[in-house]
């Protein structure tokens, strides 16, 4: 049985961005799991970044050229070089913050990006264990053929080529320790968040409970895998989808075996200038199944960003969906308030739209008249142009003119120091997940410039 040195031509993730990396150098033979370990490896970095800011100043002080642009080129290599040691929750936080894109500086977002589609790999012997630790066996003697370098490295995970009984798989390796890892983060961090911010630890409680929760599924691939299956299932009878089968035998609760699917990632797949005709009907899939999953099925594939669909222009335009690691199950009672803002009768019936914050816990009994005010004056503007797609028959997300829109809006929230004094956090803890959907939902149909049919 051999190690494979190329990809077959039709692999999903034989993309640039997908190169293995040029030397043993760039993979990792271990990773920080230890509260102690990752503490210091944030101390590192955080001494890193405080010495590049020195130096800014000091080119500055004698007349040398250091611009803002640069500094942040530099802080924001060196921070996402940690985030990828270390691996699991914070740089699942980095991916996250790329799908934002009007809320850090370019350098940042640019750098965030690639925890959507590559960062260092594990070596092979890390992952050879990996595999003894939970199948008893050496891939080579799982698998026909085995590819010891990955072909794609992320956040939770990595995902190597195989092959067996002529079947090309997708096998998803874990990451050692990432489970513990998001526990301790979240204790490493949520004492210094509490403190920068002012709050005390029963505000936050229920938010922090469901991060870690959602991160915590994500590292059972035995739940990924019934998950998977179940969706792709009562998502078969939507147009121009395509889902992977899941192998059982193959897979555990830290090893993952699925069919290999067909398709280029997002930036690569627009490199070819697909037509519009492929834009619109590739955003309309995408658009049907996050529609059908959460006004149907009441739970969503809830990672969104780029690094989760393959795309190809078979059939006209087809979407290979990938990582039901983060599945959000949505709520009745949230489902029916979330939407009812969304309505244009809400929107101007000031008693229902009051009614509805109040439900949803954005507002509060006990607001004072002018805070009060303040919340319904912005959400009201910020649902009157989110919410536009839901209620026009059709939308079309290359709009630049609606983006502009949407961006200039969150730079306008941003700068009012009322909204800038509001750290308590608000709302249900619902809404961050099924918030983070749409936002990665509608990066998605923005990058594909696609005109959809959005009326259910």
């Not at 494979?4 to 031509?9: A, G, H, I």
């Not at 979240?186 to 005390?200: D, E, Q, S, T, Y």
């Not at 960003?305 to 949505?330: A, M, R, Y």
């Not at 009157?384 to 997300?397: C, H, N, S, Y």
Request: glycine share 6%; proline share 5%.
């Amino acid at each position: 049985m051999s190690e494979l040195s190329t990809p077959p031509e039709t692999s999903g993730l034989d993309t640039p961005g997908f190169e293995t990396p040029e030397s043993v150098s760039q993979q990792l033979d271990s990773l920080p799991i230890t509260k102690v370990a990752r503490a210091a490896r944030f101390a590192k970095t955080g001494f890193k970044v405080g010495a590049n800011y020195v130096k800014h100043y000091a080119r500055r002080s004698v007349g040398a050229e250091s611009t803002t642009e640069d500094l942040h080129a530099a802080n924001a290599a060196e921070l996402y070089g940690a985030l990828s040691e270390m691996k699991g929750s914070v740089l699942k936080v980095a991916q996250m913050l790329a799908m934002e894109k009007n809320m850090l500086p370019r350098a940042y977002s640019d750098q965030f990006a690639q925890a959507q589609y590559q960062t260092p790999p594990l070596s092979g012997p890390l992952v050879i264990k990996v595999f003894r630790d939970s199948l008893g066996r050496s891939p080579y003697d799982v698998f026909d053929e085995f590819d010891i370098n990955a072909r794609q490295a992320a956040s939770i995970g990595q995902v190597h080529f195989a092959r067996k009984d002529g079947r090309e798989l997708a096998v998803k390796v874990q990451y050692p320790g990432v489970a513990d890892s998001i526990r301790s983060d979240i204790r490493l961090v949520k004492p210094i968040a509490l403190r920068v911010l002012g709050l005390n630890e029963a505000q936050v409680r229920p938010y922090l409970e469901e991060v870690e929760a959602r991160l915590l599924e994500e590292t059972d691939y035995k739940l990924e895998l019934r998950r998977g299956t179940e969706i792709a299932a009562l998502c078969a009878e939507l147009p121009h989808l395509q889902f992977a089968r899941y192998y059982p035998e193959f897979s555990s609760a830290r090893i993952l075996t699925m069919d290999w699917l067909p398709g280029q990632h997002l930036k690569e797949f627009l490199a070819t200038n697909p037509a519009q005709a492929v834009r619109n009907q590739l955003g309309q899939a995408l658009w049907d199944f996050y529609n059908h999953q959460i006004n149907n099925l009441l739970q969503v594939h809830a990672d969104p960003h780029p690094g989760n669909f393959l795309l190809q222009e078979k059939d006209g335009g087809t979407v290979g969906v990938l990582d039901f690691g983060c599945v959000k199950n949505i709520p009745a009672e949230f489902h029916q308030r979330f939407f009812a803002l969304l309505a244009a009768e809400s929107l101007t019936d000031a008693t229902r739209f009051e009614t509805l914050l109040t439900e949803l816990g954005v507002l509060r009994p006990d607001d004072a008249p002018a805070q009060r005010e303040l919340y319904l004056r912005t959400i009201r503007a910020s649902l009157e142009l989110v919410g536009r797609p839901f209620r026009q028959a059709t939308f079309d997300f290359g709009d630049e003119s609606y983006m502009q829109a949407l961006y200039a809006l969150s730079d306008d929230l941003m700068q009012q120091p009322e909204l800038r004094q509001q750290r308590e956090p608000r709302g249900s803890e619902h809404f961050i997940y099924v918030n983070r959907t749409y936002v990665g939902l509608y990066s998605l149909l923005t990058e594909l410039k696609a005109a959809v049919r959005t009326a259910s």
